[in-house]
């Protein structure tokens, strides 16, 4: 069955610091790729998305995220974390010529001072 | 800059009673949903339309209905609330004409609660 999981639920991380948030993905053919941030109380915002090409791709807000096939993987990072990027954290996907999106179940990241 | 807009941003009612979410976007955009999105778990897709008077379900079973009148409308209707209905309720479009990769915008989310 075709899936994603985002293996960490909560990940709490001191400000300055860097971060990783794992997405990993199970479909037949490599899907297109994205990375949302859900603030509380608000939708959900683009951060990156891969479709093809340069498999490390850089997105708004410092973060960038890195396909690899092999692993069927696309994880999430940022060399230096603000208090800014508390919220939440959710990988999607979707294949080709369908573009009703998949998430995962998101990840909550914390920043401590 | 994406504009989609949903109405009410919460909505706490009783049961039984009829409601509609509101979700309208000023984009052009031809592919709209609806998912549903509940603490702690992924969300789900409830609804899609390709466009004008297309409706599709989507993956989660869901006893609310939906119309696409407009290219810019496309509300959410429960017949009747439950309980069980209490969650959050996101709209999306995308527009994925002329070969744009159709990523998702979002609006800010319905938050129901069916007492």
């Known amino acids: 069955a075709q899936s994603v999981t985002q293996p960490d639920i909560h990940i709490t991380v001191s400000e300055g610091a860097s971060l990783e948030l794992r997405c990993n993905y199970s479909?037949?053919?490599?899907?297109?790729l994205f990375w949302y941030v859900q603030s509380p109380g608000q939708g959900l915002q683009l951060l990156l998305k891969?479709?093809?090409?340069?498999?490390l791709v850089q997105g708004i807000k410092g973060f960038e995220a890195e396909f690899k096939r092999s692993q069927s993987s696309f994880n999430l990072r940022k060399p230096s974390v603000h208090w800014s990027d508390a919220a939440e954290y959710f990988c999607?996907?979707?294949?080709?010529?369908?573009?009703?999106?998949?998430f995962g179940a998101g990840t909550t990241v914390t920043v401590r001072a | 800059e994406a504009d989609i807009y949903q109405t009410p941003r919460y909505l706490v009612i009783g049961t039984g009673k009829k409601i509609t979410l509101e979700c309208s976007q000023t984009m052009g955009h031809d592919k709209m949903y609806w998912y549903q999105q509940d603490p702690g778990m992924e969300l789900h897709l409830i609804h899609y339309?390709?466009?004008?008077?297309?409706?599709e379900k989507g993956d989660l079973s869901s006893e609310s209905t939906v119309s696409r009148i407009r290219t810019e409308h496309f509300p959410l209707t429960l017949e009747s609330a439950r309980p069980s209905h209490t969650s959050q309720y996101l709209c999306?479009?995308?527009?994925?004409?002329?070969?744009?990769?159709?990523?998702?915008?979002f609006g800010e989310g319905s938050r129901l609660t069916v007492l």
């Open positions: 479909y037949g053919a490599t899907p297109y």
């Open positions: 999306a479009s995308s527009d994925t004409s002329g070969g744009n990769t159709g990523e998702l915008f």
């Open positions: 999607a996907v979707a294949l080709l010529d369908d573009y009703k999106l998949s």
């Open positions: 891969y479709f093809s090409g340069d498999t």
């Open positions: 339309s390709y466009g004008v008077n297309s409706t």
